[in-house]
């Protein structure tokens, strides 16, 4: 079984519509991000979470917003959808007690369009 | 902002040719990694480079991280159709290399 989970893998929505996206992890690591990926400008972090009381914008946290609901449990929300939110979205998990220093370790994405 | 630019965007070449990737910022990074992702999956660490001028190799791949940890490089030597994928290097910073910058990308294409 992945190690890292999302949920839908694919959605298509309409403009204005509130989507939410989530992921769970089974690696029992604290560290958690939510990344979208669009072509030529590689992953560009939206939101990440240190732990379940520890929320942080990324570089283009507007028009989202995220829920830590458990230590396995991180939910992406887009309020109010728009079509340049069309994107791949990729949720990641990492450990930096790990050995390898703060890999990350993503979920096989979710491909939102919104029409 | 910092910046990761990878050259070049796209690479199709034929199996056994040689191929350098390159991974340029005018930042500085605590460590840079290397990551390929395949088509429907999620990118999958490749490497972790550390030190300026640190070189590593993983089979037929060769990582190098530059003497003032601002740019790195990945080399295959005889490409297989197998390398396929989009290769993306991530630059560490934060008080606990706790954040990633992801590079631009390069999609590389082996053909038979």
């Known amino acids: 079984d992945a190690d890292v989970t999302q949920t839908p893998r694919n959605r298509i929505t309409k403009t204005g519509k509130r989507i939410m996206l989530e992921c769970s992890q089974t690696?029992?690591?604290?560290?958690m991000y939510w990344y979208r990926q669009d072509p030529g400008l590689g992953l560009r972090l939206i939101y990440y979470s240190f732990d379940v009381k520890d929320i942080n914008k990324g570089e283009i946290s507007d028009g989202y917003s995220v829920s830590r609901q458990a230590q396995a449990k991180f939910s992406l929300s887009l309020e109010s959808a728009i079509p340049n939110q069309t994107a791949l979205y990729f949720c990641?998990?990492?450990?930096?007690?790990?050995?390898?220093?703060?890999?990350?370790?993503f979920g096989p994405g979710t491909r939102l369009t919104v029409l | 902002t910092q910046l990761l630019e990878q050259s070049p965007q796209f690479l199709s070449i034929q199996e056994g040719e040689n191929l350098t990737v390159y991974c340029n910022s005018s930042?500085?990074?605590?460590?840079l990694q290397w990551y390929r992702q395949e088509p429907g999956e999620g990118p999958v660490l490749l490497v972790t480079v550390v030190t300026g001028g640190e070189v590593k190799k993983l089979k037929r791949l060769t990582f190098q991280f530059g003497d003032a940890r601002k740019d790195s490089s990945l080399h295959i030597t005889a490409a297989q159709p197998g390398d396929t994928g989009l290769y993306l290097c991530?630059?560490?910073?934060?008080?606990?290399?706790?954040?990633?910058?992801f590079g631009t990308g390069t999609r590389l294409q082996v053909t038979l």
């Open positions: 991530a630059g560490a910073s934060g008080g606990t290399a706790s954040k990633l910058t």
């Open positions: 930042s500085v990074f605590s460590s």
């Open positions: 990641a998990t990492s450990d930096p007690r790990g050995r390898t220093y703060n890999e990350q370790f």
């Open positions: 690696k029992g690591h604290d560290r």
